[in-house]
């Protein structure tokens, strides 16, 4: 029932953004963000059992708890900038949304350093 909820308000801002948009612009974006932060209010809700779920699976492998850090870490940076870009697309600066998905993917990289660090030293102390 959630998934109704959540393409009913898409659909909803969707037509009066597009009425909107006609005679008042400022107006269409507002609503379009509004309805983006609505949705993604709805998600979060819904995605606490699947952070649960993966730290659980990641637990029972034996798997360091700064690899679980880095994937959600990653994976937030992730869902921010799609939204961010998303946002700015809808907002016509689509140059501006090129240089946030940049940036997404620039922090994705520096948060998994560490992560690299320790799978070339794994690497080399194989290789010696």
Do not use: N, W
Not at 7 to 12: D, E, H, K, Q, T
Not at 20 to 32: G, T, Y
Not at 102 to 108: C, D, F, H, S
């Amino acid at each position: 029932m959630e998934v109704l909820a959540v393409v009913g308000i898409g659909l909803v801002a969707a037509m009066l953004t597009l009425l909107l948009r006609q005679h008042r612009p400022e107006f269409a974006m507002l609503v379009s963000l509004a309805a983006g932060v609505v949705i993604l209010l709805m998600v979060c809700r819904d995605l606490l059992p699947v952070v649960d779920q993966i730290r659980t699976m990641m637990q029972s492998v034996s798997m360091p708890q700064e690899y679980t850090a880095v994937l959600f870490k990653a994976l937030g940076i992730c869902f921010l900038t799609q939204v961010a870009c998303d946002t700015c697309k809808d907002a016509g600066e689509g140059a501006i949304a090129a240089k946030v998905e940049m940036a997404g993917k620039v922090l994705v990289l520096a948060v998994s350093l560490p992560l690299f660090q320790q799978v070339l030293s794994i690497v080399y102390s194989l290789m010696v």
